[in-house]
C-alpha cells in the first residue's frame, strides 16, 4: 500500500535544478534505498520528504494527504518522521536530554524514561544516558543520532549517507538496527546512499538518481540484474566492467572481465556479474610490491587529470582502470604518460553485483 507518493517533483535553486520531475511511489514498509553519485540530487530528495523544504512544483502526498496543507497538519505529519541527517544534529547536552528532547516537542513526556532506556537498548548504548552527547566517538554519536530519529517511533524513517564516515564495525551495527526496525516495527526506511553494495546488501527496493533525475525505479533485485544504465549513472566513479564469477573457495570468486583480466573478488555470487572497484581503492606503484592483496595488475598511464590536491589517472591494463593518488605520491612516483605502473588492490574491495 502506498505510504509516499511523489508527483512530478522538482527543486531548484538558483540557476540549478536540483530535482527534475520525479514520480515516485513508497509503500507501508518498504527499505527503500535512493542511489546516485555526489550531487545526484539525494540529500535534496530526502530534505523534501521530511518536509524540511518545499518543492518548487510537483507535490508529496503522506498517506493520501497532501503536504503543501496549513502548517498545522504539516506539523502534524512532520511529527511522524525520523531524519538521520549527513552531520549529525545534537544538542551540547547528555545522552538522555538529546532523545528526550523529540518526545518533549511530541508531547509524550510520560513515557521519556521508558522510550529513552527501550531506544538506547536498541542502538547498543546502554548505560550512556548521562554522558556528554558531544564528547562521543563518531560510532557512538551516529547511533545517538539514529536513536533520536527512533525514539518516537516514527512511521517513517529518513537516513541520508547514514554510514559515510564510519568504520565497518559501526557500517554494520548501523545497518543491522534499522533493518530490524524496519522488519520488526514495520517503519518506512528512505534511505540515500552512493555505495551500491549497501543498497543491494540493505534494500528491498530501490531509485537511482542521475543529476536530478530518475534513471530508473524498482525492486533491488529487477534494477540491479540490468545494469547498462545504471553502469552509465556511475561511470568515471567507480571502475565497472561486466564479468563471468566462477567460485575457487567459500567466498572467494575468479572473475574473467575478458581482454585476458581475471581478478579475485570476495563474494558468494557466481556466473553473470558485474564488478565494481573504487579509483581509491587501488594502489599503484612503478614495480610490483611485496603485499596481500590478491589482484595485481600490469599497465601504462594512458590519462593524466589534476584535480587540485589528487590526481586521476587512467591505467590501460588491457582496460581501462581510473586511479585517484595524491599530487604528492604523483610527484614521488615521477609518472609520465605510458610510464609503466602495477595496480595493487585487495579482493574485498571489489564490489559484485
Ligand atoms: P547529493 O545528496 O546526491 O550529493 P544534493 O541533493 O546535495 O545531492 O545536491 C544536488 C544538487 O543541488 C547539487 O548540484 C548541489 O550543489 C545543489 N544544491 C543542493 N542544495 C543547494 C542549495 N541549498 N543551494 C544551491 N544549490 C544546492
Redesign the pocket.
Known amino acids: 500500500m502506498t505510504l509516499i507518493q511523489v508527483e512530478n517533483l522538482t527543486k531548484v ?2 540557476e ?1 535544478i ?1 530535482l527534475r520531475n520525479i514520480d515516485l511511489k513508497i509503500d507501508r514498509g518498504d527499505y527503500f534505498a535512493v542511489v ?1 553519485p ?8 530526502l530534505r523534501l520528504l521530511d518536509l524540511l523544504d518545499e518543492p518548487s512544483s510537483g507535490r508529496i502526498l503522506f498517506d493520501g494527504i497532501d503536504t503543501a496543507c496549513p502548517e498545522e497538519e504539516r506539523l502534524a505529519l512532520r511529527r511522524k518522521i525520523g531524519m538521520v541527517f549527513q552531520q549529525n544534529v545534537m544538542l551540547n547536552a547528555s545522552v538522555y536530554e538529546n532523545l528526550a528532547y523529540p518526545l518533549r516537542i511530541r508531547g509524550m513526556r510520560n513515557k521519556i524514561d521508558a522510550r529513552v532506556n527501550e531506544t538506547l537498548q536498541l542502538v547498543g548504548l546502554t548505560g550512556f544516558e548521562r554522558r556528554r552527547a558531544l564528547t562521543l566517538s563518531g560510532g557512538e554519536m551516529q547511533r545517538v543520532s539514529l536513536a533520536q530519529a527512533l525514539v518516537f517511533e516514527p512511521s517513517v524513517l529518513l537516513l541520508d549517507e547514514p554510514t559515510a564516515n564510519l568504520d565497518p564495525r559501526n557500517v554494520s551495527i548501523i545497518e543491522r538496527i534499522v533493518s530490524e526496525v524496519n522488519r520488526n516495527e514495520g517503519a518506512t526506511v528512505v534511505m ?1 546512499t552512493h555505495d551500491i553494495a549497501q543498497a543491494e546488501n540493505t534494500a528491498s527496493k530501490v531509485a537511482i ?1 542521475r543529476e ?1 533525475s530518475l534513471v530508473e525505479a524498482g525492486d533491488v533485485g529487477q534494477v540491479f540484474s540490468k545494469p547498462s544504465e545504471f553502469l552509465a549513472t556511475f561511470a568515471g566513479l567507480w571502475n565497472a566492467y561486466p564479468g563471468d564469477a566462477v567460485l575457487v573457495e567459500d567466498g572467494l570468486a575468479v572473475v574473467d572481465l575478458g581482454d585476458d583480466i581475471r581478478i579475485e573478488a570476495a563474494t558468494r555470487k557466481k556466473g553473470k556479474v558485474t564488478v565494481f572497484i573504487r579509483p581509491e581503492d587501488i594502489l599503484l606503484s612503478t614495480s610490483p610490491i611485496q603485499s596481500s592483496a590478491r589482484n595485481i595488475l600490469k599497465g601504462i598511464v594512458t590519462e593524466i587529470f589534476d584535480l587540485d590536491q589528487l590526481v586521476q589517472l587512467k591505467v590501460n591494463v588491457g582496460k581501462e582502470f581510473a586511479v585517484v593518488i595524491t599530487k604528492k605520491s604523483f610527484k614521488h612516483l615521477k609518472l609520465n604518460l605510458e610510464s609503466q605502473v602495477y595496480l595493487t588492490f585487495k579482493a574485498s574491495s571489489i564490489r559484485v553485483l
Open positions: 535553486y538558483g540549478k536540483a546516485g555526489s550531487g545526484a540530487g539525494k540529500t535534496t530528495f540515500a538518481l536530478g
